[in-house]
């Protein structure tokens, strides 16, 4: 039995601090996954050259979201839940507000829905540029951090802290600050910005649009492993637009409901080794959301531009080779700069910045895009507005089992790889899905044992 | 925020409002808004494009609080244009870049400004929606009084928050 330790964050694991044994069993740690968010490990098992058991461990304490907001004001879910993570805070303000405004019979339209899909516009372009500049790109590249790449490669990098500040620029115009919004309500906003104020976007977002497509185009010539599974992929749908706050949840092999369905449809379930719930569907199991599930559900809402630029990078209207995430996140993150500018350049300010959402007694459900996927709120009031029940599933929580099935695959297919290659990639794996396990600590443990 | 490019000096307030005393940079950032010839901006989450806030020609003094295992409220200043601070590989991740990293990006791309003086104050309490803690909140007038002495800005008067005064400074 060989012992492997190698600090992951600092340095990629290298044949001078990897102990090999001649036998078939091995045991492979590392203590830091870099670059991925909160606490966790990651255990491989092999037998006689057969995967055994792929465990994603997280042991990070559970924050208890859902159940301090009981007894709490239905006006506070858009502050509160915002905390939960400090780069999609947008996504938890939106599930919230949509979720108790339906509760409440209220519809937002007009201005200050496209002010809030303006907003999602900004959360989307500073969440994917970050992912792509500082967490996956390094993996192909093989550098152990953004920065590193800075030394080698100082205009991409420039070119990435640019489109990120655009997107930060975006939702502190809207939010009142870049991360954690204050501006946001029910209903609403608390002040609606002036043509002229959003007018400041339009010069940034176009030269952000150039930039992005050349990312999209740098990306796609990275090197990718081969990995490619049957999915089921699950996303909004909207009629009319690639979608952020509304629409139907649906999946590639006929999932078609509304969001007031979604519990009956899937289960979260603890299991022994994460302090995380794990979701799947129910008689359909694992399934994956996020930026290749919104892709193949809506790869024709995309603008003809955007699925031209795919096309000509190699891509279809379906991905289903996770590593190549990162060229979808580009992707996306191009929607969001065009849609941000068709947005402001149709822009007419609200009479009032919000709607009045009178307290009644009820459930209501809600489901957004969120950087990462799928995220669905479920909130029940009584007449007083007291919330007596809240349900939160984030989208991190729903990809684990899918993780998990990517790693099998992966290492079953790639038991052959050098075993610096093979941890690289598996650390790789669960980079593609940019797993955010808490937003407080960095620190997650990978062991591959080989038997 | 706004900054003011043509201003000389920028004061930076890093730091989670809602976080105890890592809201000392912000709250030390807003006593010197609206100063003539100070530009300020708070950053309160991903640090990744620090390095574009600021113009090569300014002078730029960044507050921020630090978990060192000093005395509470201990004052440190560093010259990051004449010291690396260590990048703490945490502080790298999808959800943010910290300080550090930030810094050695701006270097890295060559977009340091001509002055780049850090006030580290060490904190104690990173509670979700906790206040300053009182040794932090005391020292406020004297954390100003070094950001002053930095950019050689005139002394304006700060009212302590809390009526004792335990601050004390080191110098690095």
């Not at chain 1, 420039?158 to 204050?182: A, M, W, Y």
């Not at chain 2, 920028?10 to 807003?30: K, M, Q, T, W």
């Not at chain 2, 004297?142 to 050689?152: K, S």
Request: glycine share 8%.
């Amino acid at each position: 039995m060989g012992r492997i330790m190698t600090d992951g964050t600092v340095e990629k694991s290298t044949s001078d601090n990897v102990e090999k044994s001649t036998s078939d069993n091995v045991e492979l740690h590392v203590p830091v996954l870099a670059r991925v968010e909160g606490e966790g490990a990651m255990h491989v098992k092999v037998v006689d050259g057969e995967v055994t058991d792929i465990r994603l461990e997280i042991y990070e304490p559970p924050r208890f979201f859902e159940a301090f907001l009981r007894g709490r004001d239905y006006t506070e879910p858009v502050d509160i839940t915002a905390r939960i993570c400090g780069i999609c805070p947008v996504a938890y303000q939106m599930s919230s507000a949509h979720a108790i405004e339906r509760l409440c019979g209220v519809q937002v339209g007009g201005s200050i829905r496209e002010l809030r899909r303006l907003l999602y516009c900004g959360e989307w372009i500073e969440s994917h540029v970050l992912h792509i500049g500082f967490l996956h790109a390094p993996d192909f590249l093989g550098y152990d951090s953004g920065i590193a790449i800075a030394a080698d490669h100082p205009k991409i990098v420039e070119s990435i802290l640019t489109l990120k500040k655009t997107g930060n620029d975006i939702v502190e115009l809207l939010g009142g600050r870049p991360i954690h919004p204050v501006n946001v309500r029910l209903g609403g906003f608390y002040r609606s910005p002036s043509r002229t104020e959003l007018g400041t976007l339009v010069g940034p977002l176009m030269a952000a649009r150039e930039t992005c497509e050349e990312l999209v185009r740098w990306t796609a010539g990275f090197d990718f492993p081969d990995l490619e599974q049957d999915y089921e992929f699950v996303s909004l749908r909207h009629p009319e637009e690639y979608p952020f706050n509304e629409g139907r949840i649906v999946s590639n092999k006929g999932l078609d409901i509304d969001a007031s369905e979604f519990e009956e449809h899937s289960r979260e379930q603890h299991v022994a080794h994460s302090t995380s719930l794990h979701s799947t569907l129910v008689d359909r199991g694992w399934y994956h959301v996020g930026p290749l599930a919104r892709y193949a559900n809506n790869f024709d809402l995309l603008t003809p531009g955007i699925q031209e630029l795919a096309r000509e990078v190699g891509l279809g209207p379906v991905v289903s080779n996770p590593f190549k995430s990162i060229v979808v996140r580009g992707l996306e993150t191009l929607y969001a700069i065009d849609e941000a500018l068709r947005i402001i350049g149709s822009y007419t300010p609200p009479t009032e910045p919000f709607v009045e959402v009178p307290p009644r007694a009820g459930i209501g459900w809600a489901a957004t895009e969120a950087p990462r996927g799928l995220l669905y709120h479920r909130y029940e009031i009584d007449e007083q507005g007291r919330i007596l029940t809240a349900q939160i599933v984030p989208p991190t929580a729903q990809n684990q089992p899918t993780i998990e099935s990517d790693l099998r695959r992966f290492v079953t297919d790639n038991l052959h790889l050098d075993q610096d290659e093979l941890q690289l990639r598996c650390e790789q794996s669960i980079r593609n899905y940019d797993p955010c396990i808490s937003c407080s600590t960095h620190f997650l443990k990978l062991t591959v044992e080989h038997q | 925020m706004v900054v003011m490019r043509s201003l000389p000096v920028l004061v930076i307030g890093v730091g989670n409002r809602d976080r105890g005393d890592d809201a000392v940079g912000p709250v030390v950032a807003d006593l010197f808004a609206g100063r003539d010839g100070v530009a300020t901006f708070v950053a309160e989450g991903d640090l990744s494009d620090l390095s574009l806030r600021w113009e090569r020609d300014q002078r730029v003094v960044i507050v921020d609080a630090m978990s060192s295992g000093c005395r509470p409220a201990t004052i440190v200043p560093i010259d990051a244009l004449d010291e690396r601070l260590p990048i703490d590989p945490g502080l790298v991740s999808s959800h943010g870049v910290g300080l550090a990293a930030a810094i050695e990006l701006g270097r890295i791309l060559d977009r340091l400004p001509e002055q780049l003086t850090i006030i580290a104050i060490e904190a104690t309490a990173f509670e979700l929606f906790g206040e300053l803690t009182r040794e932090v909140a005391e020292a406020i007038p004297l954390i100003v009084d070094h950001v002053e002495r930095a950019l050689g800005l005139s002394p304006c008067e700060v009212e302590p928050r809390q009526e004792e005064h335990r601050a004390r400074t080191v110098d690095v």
